[in-house]
């Protein structure tokens, strides 16, 4: 079934069914000349262009009881036809007119409708173009004193068709003027998916156990100094703490303990007879014996009464029984520790010596320092260790390293100074250092995002596109563009790293920047990320221009 909008008292309503129009003619709310617009179209003409009326003038129904004058001629086909579509008749009352009044009524309503068509055109026209003329500025006007209102108006008056043409224009201008208004207005948000960037820089951190802790200790060279001092040597060369990246290979370790053992040597006292037994036990309870020999037996306990001039007698004695031993394939093993033996009896006799003798201690460190010594400090130096100055109090803090136990620390701390100007590497635990408690705490995420380093890798550019909304005024197709905004990103990545991310940044930090350069953590942390390049969604009412 048809609708129809209808204008009435200047206002458009509906729509209405037919059913709904044909109840409206019945109770006479519309009549012929009422202007409709049916639906889809937006052209306004009279209702009687698509509905009956019944006839407008009076007739007398009494008139049908009347025989028919002499010389009446009925209505012919082309009048029966006119008076029905000119809705001047209807099917009850078309028969009471004969022919010459029917045409008089016919050529009556055709004179009418030719003088109304021809003012509505010229009036269609003139309204037209003073809506297009002032449409702008009467669409955004509201209420009775819309200027295109008022000279519509006064060129056309009140002819309901024309209003109705002119009406449906304003409309459509004021439509257009708050599209316009709204498309102006309307926001292109920041792009979606950004996401904080110090949590995306966080949750990028690369965990290295070697690198994870904090270590505290406290270290002092009181014992050192003190020894030193009874010698009038100095300690010199200030104090600091080095954290090997890895632990001292096995021939290095060998060097750092003979330096020690030289050191104790060099800084020990004159030796006293006590102290000589002392030494002189420690030899015997190392001697090789061999079960069931008499000259071993006699062999040790020369040893146990020896004095300090009788060392190289021994030593000599320990060396001719080894070379014996040696020709005798049953005492062959024999030999060897007694070689053995008799090099230790002769470093006891050297220590001994040296201990009696100042230039010889002299000579020993110095010896020890041009040779093994040199390359210990040379091995340290090249370690690329993590070195740090312990406070007054010899506390020290050592950032961005392993988890050291006491154990661990013997192989990975050395405490570098200088004993008279030579370098002396102790390691941890040693007896010329008095030690606090050693202490490895995980470090926090964000200690290492300024360390961080990501490279500019890409410099792209989203958005700048242009958008439009549109619609129809007076039968043309009017436009309102919008072009989205532009958004700038710096794409980044670290050595190495198989992905990207996109830093959103404003035109001039990314102008600042440039491909191949290293951005700074600090600056990263205070924008947004995106996995994807991204750009403000569409608003609504806007739609791409291709």
Same mark, same amino acid.
Request: hydrophobic share 40%; net charge neutral; charged share 30%.
């Given at each position: 079934?048809r ?6 008292n200047?206002?458009?309503?509906g729509p209405?069914?037919?059913a709904e129009i044909?109840?409206?003619i019945?109770r006479?709310d519309v ?5 409709c ?5 937006t052209?306004w003409?009279?209702l009687s262009n698509?509905?009956s009326f019944?006839s407008k003038?009076?007739?007398n129904?009494?008139r049908?009881?009347e025989?028919?004058?002499a010389g009446?001629e009925d ?8 008076l ?16 010459s009044?029917a045409q008089?009524?016919?050529?009556a ?5 030719r ?9 269609g026209?003139?309204?037209l ?5 002032f449409g702008a500025?009467a669409?955004l ?6 200027? +295109?209102? !008022?000279a519509?108006?006064t060129?056309i008056g009140?002819?309901?068709k024309?209003?109705g043409?002119?009406?449906?224009l304003?409309?459509e ?7 316009k ?6 926001a ?11 949590g995306v820089?966080t949750?990028?951190?690369k965990?290295?156990?070697s690198?994870?802790? !904090?270590?505290k200790?406290?270290?002092? $060279?009181?014992?050192l ?6 010698w009038k040597?100095t300690?010199d060369g ?7 990246k890895?632990p001292m290979?096995?021939a290095?370790?060998?060097?750092a303990a003979a330096q020690a053992?030289?050191?104790d040597v060099?800084?020990s006292p ?7 037994e002392?030494?002189r036990?420690?030899?015997? !309870?190392?001697?090789?014996?061999l079960?069931?020999?008499p000259?071993s037996?006699?062999l ?5 009464q020896?004095?300090i001039a009788e +060392?190289t007698a021994?030593a000599t ?6 070379s014996?031993?040696a020709s005798n ?6 030999a060897?520790?007694?070689?053995d033996f008799?090099a230790?009896v ?7 010596r040296i201990?009696r003798?100042?230039?010889?201690r002299?000579? +020993?460190?110095?010896?020890f320092?041009?040779g ?9 130096l090249a370690?690329?260790?993590k ?6 109090d010899g506390?020290f803090?050592v ?9 661990d620390?013997?192989a ?6 200088r004993?008279?100007?030579?370098? $002396?590497?102790?390691?941890w ?9 050693l ?13 961080e380093?990501y490279?500019?890798v890409d410099k792209?550019v989203?958005?700048?596109r242009?958008f439009a909304?549109k ?5 043309k ?8 905004p532009?958004?700038h990103?710096?794409?980044?990545? !670290?050595e190495k790293?198989p992905?990207?991310?996109?830093l ?9 920047h440039?491909?191949g350069?290293?951005v700074p953590a ?5 924008g947004e990320?995106y996995l994807?390049?991204s750009e403000?969604?569409?608003p ?5 221009v291709p």
């Open positions: 079934m609708q129809f909008a209808l204008f009435i200047d206002q458009a309503r209405h069914t037919e044909d109840a409206m019945a006479g009549t012929a000349e009422t202007l617009a049916p639906a889809g179209s052209e003409e009279p698509h509905f019944g003038l009076k007739v129904r009494d049908q009881a025989p028919t004058a009446r209505v012919d086909l082309e009048q029966r036809r006119k029905l579509i000119y809705g001047l008749a209807d099917s009850v009352t078309i028969d009471q007119f004969d022919r009044e008089t009524l016919i050529d309503h055709e004179a009418k409708v003088v109304r068509i021809a003012r509505h055109r010229w009036a026209i003139g309204g173009a003073l809506g297009l003329a500025y669409g006007r509201t209420g009775a004193d819309r200027p +295109l209102t !008022r519509a108006e060129i009140k002819d309901d024309v209003s043409k002119l009406v449906g304003d409309r201008v004021t439509q257009f003027a708050k599209l208004e709204t498309v102006d207005a309307v292109f948000n920041k792009p979606a998916g950004g996401t904080p960037a110090l820089i949750a990028r951190l965990s290295d156990p690198r994870s802790f !904090r270590t200790g406290q270290v002092s $060279l009181a014992p100094t003190e020894k030193a001092a009874r040597a300690v200030g104090l600091k703490v080095i954290l090997l890895t290979p096995k290095v370790a060998e060097k053992e030289i050191l060099v800084l004159m030796l006293e007879s006590a102290k000589f002392e030494l036990e420690e030899l015997a !309870r190392g001697f090789p014996e079960t069931g020999s000259e037996d006699r040790k306990t020369d040893i146990r020896m004095k +060392l021994i004695r320990v060396d001719a029984r080894a014996l031993a394939p049953s005492t062959a093993e024999w060897r520790h007694l070689k008799a230790r002769r470093g006891l006799q050297d220590r001994i201990n003798d100042m230039q010889a002299r000579k +020993l460190w110095s010896d320092n041009a093994a010594g040199s390359d210990l400090a040379a091995w340290v370690s690329g260790g070195e740090v100055t312990p406070g007054a506390a803090v950032d961005e390293g392993p988890r050291l136990s006491e154990a620390a013997a990975r701390m050395v405490i570098a100074t004993v008279n100007g030579d370098p $002396l590497h102790l390691t635990g040693s007896p010329f250092l008095i030690l606090g408690e202490r490895s705490e995980a470090l926090p995420a964000d200690h290492f995002l300024l360390s380093k490279k500019v792209p989203t958005g700048g242009l909304a619609l129809r005024v007076g039968g197709e009017l436009v309102v563009e919008r072009r989205s532009r958004w990103f710096l794409t980044l990545a !670290r790293d992905d990207v991310i996109h959103l940044v404003d035109e001039a930090t990314h102008g600042r440039s491909a350069e290293t600090s600056e990263i942390i205070k990320i994807k390049l403000s969604a569409v609504p009412l806007l739609t791409p």
